[in-house]
């Protein structure tokens, strides 16, 4: 018997991994799915529409206004949070996520941008720069161990911004003024909460009037349990709680704005002015503390109020989302004179803001904000027939190097599927190429609308385009 060929035993080959395949497609229904992960999400292609319009948005804006967009790592030493956002804050405390490397080195995902990029900002010796202030954006994802919720995500992304080496209360109220043009460009419509926490030392003065003042046990009893854990740990943050209980004990308390020396109160006059004269509708909560340990002087946040898109006035019921969702911030930030000399630079006053990118969107959509058509196509391009096709492929790369938005779908051969998707997609035109069409060197235009059809010499085609398209 003489050997096989080898082309016939590579053939068995083929079939004995193609029947492999085969069966193990067969079990794959039966194969449990790895779902992701609790907290973190997906965002679909059609959601991601959003995305880009938010995200360009804010390219646009922020680079307008000086700003040089970066980037930092996802991963930081752990000890680099502990330090700038603070040990006892619920960031870093309750909701990192940190492992031991291989090496030994205590690491944590970013929780949030600031320490980063202020890492940055000294690593690299940018107080040397020859523009200054130097501004900073940044655009990303962060992970916080949170409890899942509407709007609060273990993965979400933010804008990120930041002003290195301004003191000048102009700084503080230029980033509250861009922070609420930008919302409002997008269609949302927000209300912007200020205070000022004046300097670490009114800050310490202040903590013992608040603990004296909670020495009152009748007052104290009405704080929720976890309010009175912050009372030992981080009394700041009882400025802040959203229980109703601890609310009504703050009534009488003594406020920390009525305890900041002359220099923090002047400044903060000077940024209520600022705002005043930009138009930029503010109001002041003496509570608005903010839950990370660098701040100091202003601090402000961005509220979702009920919309004027979405047709709501105050009186009308709010579904149980709406209610969620403004129960969270869009953004939040301050200044933090302290941290980039803290973190080992040189004394740099500074102050930022981040907006959360899946908090903006789920408000657009809640606002009923029509999706931007930005990025729509104006002309399909179909075609008919193997050669057709191929004249279509160069037609379609000639509309898009001539900037053009044009969409195909080459894998389909039926023109009824073509001309169905061109009307999905929301396509003005539809240039159809078919066999006669490349005898002729034609093309036909398809108005999607009224359906008319007409044939163009293909010398004249860009041309009835743009008249069509005016
Ligand atoms: P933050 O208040 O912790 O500030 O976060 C800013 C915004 O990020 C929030 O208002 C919210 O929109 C969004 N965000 C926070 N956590 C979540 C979450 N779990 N899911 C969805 N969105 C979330 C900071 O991060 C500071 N670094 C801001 C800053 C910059 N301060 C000075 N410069």
């Not at 980037?71 to 619920?90: A, C, N, R, W």
């Not at 501004?135 to 995500?153: A, M, S, Y």
């Not at 911004?161 to 609420?180: H, K, R, T, W």
Request: glycine letters at 8%; hydrophobic letters at 35%.
């Amino acid at each position: 018997m003489g050997r096989k060929p080898k082309n016939q035993s590579a053939n068995n080959a083929y079939q004995k991994h193609s029947k492999n395949t085969q069966d193990k497609n067969v079990f794959h229904s039966k194969v449990k799915m790895i779902s992701r992960l609790r907290g973190m999400r997906d965002i679909l292609p059609e959601e991601y529409v959003r995305w880009d319009e938010v995200i360009n948005q804010a390219r646009e804006l922020f680079k307008y206004y000086g700003f040089l967009e970066t980037d930092i790592p996802v991963l930081e030493s752990q000890s680099l949070y502990e330090k700038s956002t603070g040990k006892q804050t619920d960031v870093v405390s309750k909701e990192m996520f940190t492992f031991i490397d291989k090496d030994g080195d205590k690491v944590a995902l970013r929780p949030e941008a600031t320490p980063g990029v202020v890492r940055s900002y000294i690593e690299h010796g940018m107080f040397n720069r020859t523009f200054q202030p130097v501004k900073l954006l940044w655009i990303g994802n962060l992970f916080r161990r949170e409890k899942p919720q509407l709007g609060r995500n273990r993965q979400f992304s933010q804008i990120n911004v930041e002003i290195f080496g301004e003191a000048s209360a102009v700084a503080d109220a230029q980033l509250i003024m861009l922070g609420y043009q930008f919302l409002k460009e997008l269609g949302v419509t927000t209300q912007v909460q200020v205070n000022s926490i004046g300097d670490s030392l009114d800050r310490e003065e202040y903590v013992k009037k608040l603990i004296m003042y909670f020495r009152d046990r009748k007052i104290r009893a009405k704080l929720s349990v976890d309010d009175k854990k912050r009372l030992m740990k981080n009394p700041l943050r009882v400025l802040d709680s959203k229980d109703e209980g601890t609310q009504s004990a703050l009534e009488g308390a003594p406020q920390l704005i009525d305890n900041i020396n002359d220099e923090a109160r002047n400044h903060f006059i000077k940024v209520l002015e600022y705002l005043d004269e930009f138009d930029i509708p503010y109001i002041l909560n003496p509570f608005l503390v903010r839950g990370l340990d660098y701040y100091n002087r202003t601090v402000f946040e961005f509220w979702p109020m009920r919309g004027a898109n979405s047709g709501q006035n105050a009186d009308s019921a709010e579904s149980v989302e709406e209610a969620i969702s403004r129960q969270s911030a869009l953004g939040g930030g301050g200044r933090y004179d302290g941290l980039v000399e803290f973190m080992g630079g040189r004394p740099t006053p500074a102050c930022g803001f981040a907006l959360g990118i899946d908090r903006i969107i789920n408000r657009m959509k809640e606002e009923n904000v029509p999706m931007s058509s930005a990025g729509q196509p104006d002309i399909f391009v179909a075609q008919l027939g193997e050669a057709a096709k191929r004249q279509a492929m160069t037609f379609f790369e000639e509309l898009r190097k001539k900037g053009y938005k044009a969409q195909q779908n080459f894998v389909k051969d039926s023109l009824k599927a073509q001309l169905e998707m061109a009307h999905k997609i929301g396509a003005k035109l539809t240039l159809i190429i078919g066999q006669q069409e490349l005898v002729d060197k034609t093309v036909i235009i398809r108005d999607m609308e009224s359906g008319m059809q007409e044939v163009y010499a293909f010398s004249r085609v860009f041309e009835e385009i743009d008249k069509r398209l005016k």
